[in-house]
């Protein structure tokens, strides 16, 4: 079975400093992992993924995470946080990248980035 | 990128009516989609997966005669939750696989009342 962990309910910072939302998994299998961010009454918007190569993955709005294979973690980063960074965060995961296994999500983090 | 639209955004029903729900992939074909739901500060959970032309593959513990999901089309898969109760007031998000490549795109959701 497939699973993610999100340790994290709530991550505070201080806009304009660097930000991480962790992510760990777990698979039986190569995993093809993904980041969302949801506003709020919103559906969930991509913001990376990694499928396999590079292990550090560059995304949407300066954000950036990193396959670690070792630690089973895909840690979501931004170098320099704004307000409108400002969500609720999902880490998934996915055995295969295609057929019909679906996307397995964490319980989600909420980061508020303050003024 | 790919569009997925939901209809209707929001919907306030009595109990005991139902609700259809229509999920549409707007400038893609896509042969399997999924059907999440949401409760308040929680995460997606999976209810169905869905296949074009044949029968949902429900999760367990999702009632498949009270969630009615139909694919009857590449672009169009709709979900019907019969005979509403306030229980089934949640957020309920489609999601729609390009099938190339795999990945997911989800919809906007549908915020579903039952009073």
């Known amino acids: 079975a497939q699973s993610v962990a999100q340790p994290e309910d709530q991550v505070n910072v201080a806009e304009g400093n660097p930000l991480t939302v962790k992510c760990t998994y777990s698979?039986?299998?190569?995993?093809?992992l993904f980041w969302y961010v949801q506003y709020p009454n919103r559906g969930l918007q991509f913001l990376l993924k990694y499928i396999t190569g590079d292990n550090l993955v560059k995304g949407s709005y300066g954000f950036e995470a990193e396959f670690n294979k070792s630690q089973t973690s895909f840690h979501l980063k931004k170098p320099s946080a704004l307000v409108s960074d400002s969500a609720l965060y999902f880490c998934a995961v996915r055995v295969r990248i295609s057929g019909n296994t679906p996307l397995v999500f964490g319980k989600g983090t909420r980061l508020s980035v303050i003024a | 990128g790919a569009v997925v639209s939901q209809h209707p955004s929001w919907v306030i029903c009595k109990s005991g009516t139902s609700v259809k729900i229509e999920c549409r992939s707007l400038?893609?074909?896509?042969?399997?989609m999924f059907w999440y739901r949401q409760f308040p500060k929680q995460s997606l959970m999976l209810m169905a997966t869905s296949n074009e032309g044949s029968k949902a593959t429900y999760e367990q513990g999702v009632e498949k005669d009270k969630f009615l999901i139909n694919h009857a089309s590449l672009t169009l898969s709709t979900l019907t939750v019969t005979s509403a109760h306030p229980e089934d007031s949640s957020f309920y998000i489609c999601?729609?696989?390009?099938?190339?490549?795999?990945?997911?795109?989800f919809g906007p959701g549908t915020r579903l009342t039952v009073l």
């Open positions: 400038d893609f074909q896509a042969t399997t």
């Open positions: 999601s729609a696989r390009l099938g190339l490549t795999g990945e997911q795109f």
């Open positions: 698979v039986s299998g190569n995993p093809y």
